[in-house]
């Protein structure tokens, strides 16, 4: 035997809801701060030094068009004596479409950034009159940057079979004894045997040696730099 049911109709139910982009309101507001000893962070570069100070002087604007330069229009806004600045502008946004603007700063020479390290971030709005925060480093400090490799044959190249090297010491020897000091600049080589140190400026560097291990390439074991700012 068939029982014979009542047809059923099912309709998907939707909540209506505006999806009509407002011109909003947008404020930016920040600090420019000189990242003295360049790791990206705002600290006391030594325990007897005040915190790192603003940057005065800067201009910092509203990426529009997302194209690295301040364009006619474009909102900006020039850091004060402590290094802050503030932008307002409006954006067309909802909140299931928010708008997501790039905060840039004008590049200085001699100077180069460190936190962004692109010297641009984003910032999102979705209603009116939100403020944001966008802070900026800035060094002076010149980089420098390497591998260290496994030499498996020992002839100073890289080459089949050579490796990188993680976990290896590389230092900044200001005063050229040979040995790292407590206030020279240090790191440690990473996974990819990757190292990046930001030095004063004109030194040697040199990596603490091990065991059995010897240098074959610099064959001084050391690079004598003279470095410019950044």
């Known amino acids: 035997m ?11 139910t939707f909540r209506a809801e505006s999806l009509e982009l407002r011109l909003l309101l947008a404020t930016v507001t920040g600090f420019k701060f000189h990242d003295q000893n360049a790791n990206g962070v ?49 954006v067309l ?7 997501i603007v790039t905060i840039r700063e004008v590049p200085q020479a001699g100077w180069r950034p460190t936190n962004p390290d692109t010297g641009a971030t984003t910032v999102v709005f979705t209603s ?7 802070d900026f480093m800035n060094t002076q400090r010149p980089q420098v940057s390497g591998t260290v490799w496994n030499d498996a044959n020992a002839n100073g190249r ?15 020897d200001d005063d050229d ?7 020279e600049v240090s790191t440690v080589s990473d996974a990819n045997g990757d190292y990046v140190l930001n030095p004063p400026g004109s030194t040697r560097i040199r990596q603490v040696p ?8 610099p064959a001084a074991a050391s690079y004598n730099l003279t470095l410019a700012s950044a």
Do not use: K, M
């Open 42 to 90: 705002r600290d006391r570069p030594f325990p007897s030094i005040a915190l790192e100070p603003g940057l005065a002087g800067w201009t910092i604007y509203r990426d529009t068009n997302n194209n690295s330069v301040l364009d006619a229009g474009e909102a900006s806004g020039v850091t004060d004596a402590s290094g802050a600045y503030s932008l307002s502008f409006a």
């Open 93 to 99: 946004a909802t909140t299931q479409f928010p708008a």
């Open 177 to 183: 004894d040979g040995t790292l000091d407590s206030l």
């Open 158 to 172: 890289v080459d089949h079979g050579d490796v990188v090297a993680s976990g290896w010491t590389v230092f900044a």
């Open 210 to 217: 091990r065991g059995s291990w010897r240098t074959t390439f």
């Open 128 to 134: 009116n009159n939100q403020t944001r925060t966008a």
């Open 2 to 12: 068939f029982a014979r049911y009542p047809s059923l109709q099912c309709r998907p």
